[in-house]
């Protein structure tokens, strides 16, 4: 059915037609609201961060600089991320979830076996992804001009580090 002012599909009836949010195809659940978005996108810094922390524990010298520089730039994010979070009346989580736990285990199981260098740069992207799609989940939800414009330059920032250091 269109509008007959436009002659268009109206954008929800699109959606579902085209297996768009809402449609056939979509396999999310409920929409979730951007605030619990921007709340999960700051939960996986924090388990990020764990994670860093321990593969700048147990790096060989050779790598410890780059596992700082990511460090680095996600704690200016969490910190930054968590303050915009405490201006829209939301308290951060402090301590991340279950997943950063078992990040930091598994770093400290494989530095008994190999070294933490730039072999880990694969388990590094994994998590870089990880922590992105939560970026773009929360960047497609209805934020505020601001809270975009932190998330996709985080993001981009997190873009620019991964290029930099791919082997």
């Known amino acids: ?17 085209s297996g768009g949010p809402g449609g056939p195809g979509d396999k999310r659940g409920p929409e979730q609201p951007p605030l619990e978005l921007l709340a999960e996108v700051h ?6 961060i764990s ?16 596992a ?5 730039m996600h704690r200016r994010h969490e910190a930054e991320l968590a303050a ?8 951060p989580q402090a301590d991340g979830s279950i997943f950063g736990t078992v990040n930091r285990a598994v770093v400290a199981l494989r530095s008994w076996f190999e070294d933490v260098s730039e072999n880990i740069m694969d388990r590094i992207t994994q998590g870089e992804r990880h922590l992105i799609e939560a ?7 209805r934020q505020s001009i601001e809270t975009n414009a932190i998330l996709m330059r985080h993001s981009a920032e997190i873009d620019a580090m991964m290029e930099k250091h791919q082997p």
């Open 1 to 17: 059915m269109t509008d007959q002012t436009t002659g268009r599909i109206p954008s929800q009836d699109a959606q579902a037609l």
């Open 43 to 48: 939960t996986r810094l924090v388990d990020t």
């Open 51 to 66: 994670g860093f922390e321990k593969v700048t524990e147990k790096a060989e010298p050779e790598f410890r600089p780059v």
């Open 68 to 72: 700082e520089e990511f460090l680095e």
């Open 84 to 91: 915009h979070l405490a201006s829209l009346g939301h308290e």
């Open 135 to 141: 970026y773009d989940a929360a960047r497609e939800s």
